[in-house]
Each structure stands twice: as C-alpha cells, then as structure tokens.
C-alpha cells in the first residue's frame, strides 16, 4: 500500500543528520511502543502528507487513549469489580442499548469497509468513536448512582456494566491489527482469549453472564508537556537547528522552559523586545529573527496547551459549528468590524486547532494547499 510522505515536525526525517525519532531510538524514550503504533497510524499520510509531531503525540495520547478508549475500558471494569465482584451480571435491553447497539453496529460495519480498502486510520478512529458513544453511554446512564438505589436499579446498573464490558471485549477485537500489546493487556484484565473471537456485522456477546474477569487497571499513562520538550530537544538533530537561526531576547533559555506559564512569560518577554527593536528605528535584518523566534513561540505555546488541556475532535467540531453560525449571524446583522473580527479570529483558531488534532499540517494558522500533481 502507496501512501505519501510522512513528515517530522516542521521538516523532515534524516537520519544521517539525527533530525527524527527512528526505530531504534524510540524504545529508549519510555514510551510504550504501542502509543506509537497507535499515533502513526492515526497520522499515516494515506492521501496527503502529514507530520510526526511530539506535541502532537502527546494530546492525541491524553485525549484519545487515556481520556476516551482507557478511561471507558477502565471504568467499566473497575465498576464490574468493585460492585460485581468481577462477574458480567445480566443484561436486559432496553431502548437505550438498542440506541447505543445501533450506533455500534454502525461503526462496526463501517470499520470493516475501511479496512478492506486499506483505510488503516479511518478504521481507527472508529474504534476511538465506539469507545466514546461508550463513555457517552455510562455517563448518562450513571450506574453509580444506580446500584445505590431500588432492586430494580441495580439491575440496571448490572445491565450498563455487563453491556459495557462487552464493549471493551469488542473495542480488543478491532484493536489487534493497531495496538497488540495493549489488547493483550485487556485480554488478561477480561479473563479471554482474544484470538478466538471473530468480528461480525452485528454486536456479539463476548462475555456471557456468570463470566470472571480478572484484575482491572489503567491502560496508559499521561504524557506532560515538560516530556514532549525534552524528547523534541532530543531528537532535533545534530545539524544547524532553526533555533540558532532565530534570536530570543537576552536571559531566555526555550530549552529550560516545561509549561504554559512559562512560554507564556517568555513571549511577552520576546514581544517587549521586538517592539522596543522597531520603534528605536532598527534595521528588518536585526529585528526579523527576533520576530521569527516569537513566532515559534506561539505556535510551541499553542502545542502546549493542546497536550495539557486535550480535548476530543468531536468537542472541537461542535464548537466550530456553534462558532461558524455565531460569525453567520454577525454578517447577516452588518455588525460593525469591530466587532466581527474577534469572533472571526475565534473561529479560525478552533479550525487551526482541528487541524493539528487531526494530524493534518497547517500554516499560519490555514491547511496547506496540496500541490497539484504533475502530469
């Protein structure tokens, strides 16, 4: 299968120059090697050319893995656990399930399509939906407060968990051509082998009533900012790095910097001293790396709050809409552009953030143009 280049950060990989992270590196990070199965799948340049991006890594890590498919995973069987004693208790349908075996169902069916057309990171990011219609699922329904209530609530506390750990068997399943660690991880927490199941064009029960499970734990671990800055520095190569190219104010070390706060007190800092460089009249040659150094600040300050503060693409894509029909409704009133331009700027930073949680390369602040193919 053809797919088109896969980038590093803001250039590309080399290894005799050091720039990129390469199979014999990235055992030595700590990172699991199953989050970068999983991160290079869900970034693989199938029909344009993407990036490897740490930061990037990063939030996809915390919003995707341990906020969405672990959280869902773990909550389940921790539940089955505390309040079943490991063991999938019965489950009566009702219109809920069927509602949410419906949108299952959907994915599912769709997962197999994908993956027949060699769509791998199409299929995978149906997996991510199925484990959040799960979430989505549990925090409606709240068993919590369900086992504490009447006989027939905790029934259907009992119906919740044993559909949910179902789908956590399921989510296994169609894990095992992505992350074949981790799915043996969850086989151990479910008590099955999960080389016997086969996948159909409907939701099986894989964990009949009366199974066992075994000892529930968290799957992934949250990557910090201060770890993405260090394996980035790391990583950047042995040859001139932009950064010698560029000029930072007097007593800034980007290196030494590790969070929000403190990028974000080292670009007011960098701002002062191009302002104070243009106004004493100074020449665009002495200003102009000044200004390019603020530049990557922004845009490193803006990968550091994605990778603290993940938050999904479907989250994302709301906003959007809400924020496209606020501009809509602006034009259509003829405000004034005073007020227009924030709610404009607004808008464009959401979609310039979709883009980087898609994995989709953007500049200043747009999509890149794919280039036309030559004929």
């Not at 990172?31 to 340049?45: E, K, Q």
């Not at 919590?144 to 209530?149: A, D, F």
Request: charged share 25%; net charge positive; glycine share 6%.
């Amino acid at each position: 299968m053809a797919t088109e280049y896969l980038n590093y950060e803001d250039g590309k990989f080399s290894k005799s120059r050091g720039i990129g992270v390469f199979g014999n590196d990235a055992q030595d990070t700590g990172l699991p090697a199953d989050v970068f199965r999983f991160y290079l799948l869900f970034v693989r340049p199938e029909s344009q050319d993407s990036s490897f991006s740490w930061a990037d890594l990063a939030t996809k890590n915390n919003s995707e893995l341990l906020n969405n498919l672990g959280n869902f995973c773990n909550r389940a069987l921790s539940f089955l656990e505390k309040f079943f004693d490991c063991v999938i208790p019965e489950i009566q349908l009702g219109n809920d399930e069927l509602t949410l075996l419906a949108l299952v169902t959907r994915d599912l069916k769709e997962y197999t399509s994908m993956l027949d057309k060699a769509k791998l990171r199409d299929g995978l990011r149906l997996i991510l939906s199925i484990s959040r219609h799960g979430n989505q699922y549990m925090q409606f329904q709240k068993p919590w407060v369900l086992i504490k209530g009447s006989s027939e609530e905790k029934i259907r506390a009992g119906t919740v968990i044993g559909l949910s750990c179902n789908l956590a068997c399921l989510l296994a399943v169609m894990l095992q051509p992505y992350m074949p660690q981790t799915v043996n991880i969850i086989a151990k927490q479910l008590n099955v082998d999960i080389s016997t199941f086969l996948l159909n064009n409907f939701v099986s029960v894989f964990l009949q009533p009366g199974h066992k499970i075994g000892k529930p734990a968290p799957l992934f671990e949250k990557i910090d900012p201060s770890v993405v800055n260090q394996l980035k520095s790391r990583f950047s190569g042995k040859q001139k790095s932009q950064e010698k190219e560029l000029a930072v104010a007097s007593g800034l070390d980007l290196k030494q910097i590790t969070s929000v706060e403190q990028m974000e007190e080292a670009i007011s800092k960098q701002g002062d001293m191009v302002r104070q460089l243009k106004q004493s009249g100074a020449q665009k040659s002495d200003w102009e790396p000044y200004v390019k150094a603020l530049l990557e600040m922004k845009k490193s300050l803006e990968q550091m709050k994605l990778a603290s503060n993940p938050i999904s693409i479907d989250d994302l894509e709301e906003e959007i809409s809400k924020q496209g029909d606020k501009v809509r409704k602006l034009k259509e009133a003829k405000v004034e552009k005073s007020e227009l331009q924030p709610e404009i700027d607004l808008l464009i930073q959401l979609k310039t953030k979709l883009s980087i949680s898609k994995g989709i390369p953007v500049e200043n602040g747009q999509k890149k143009k794919q280039k036309p193919t030559k004929k």
